[in-house]
């Protein structure tokens, strides 16, 4: 799924995709992926896009779909992050 948001706050800062690979020192190939989610970056390079756009990491390991445990008898709210459901489940 298309990182819309990234392509947004990319767009607003009237750069193409080439130009904030440079900036990352990232491949642009591989910055084209992580904005069509076809890849999740790395941490260290979310880090550094994070950074970049001044926006939370967390927005890379967003889980947009509500999480069922039947096991666990654990519902996730829907829109909550990846990382707050990991140490909330330890």
Known sequence: M???WL????E????K???VAKILDISS????EIEK????????IAM???EFFDVSVDNFFYNPTRVSRVNGGMEEKENESITNIAISSK
């Open 2 to 4: 298309k990182r819309e």
């Open 7 to 10: 392509i947004k706050l990319r």
């Open 12 to 15: 607003d800062k009237g750069l």
């Open 17 to 19: 995709q080439l130009e």
């Open 29 to 32: 190939n591989y910055y084209c």
């Open 37 to 44: 989610g076809k890849k999740n970056p790395r941490w260290n």
């Open 48 to 50: 550094r896009i994070a």
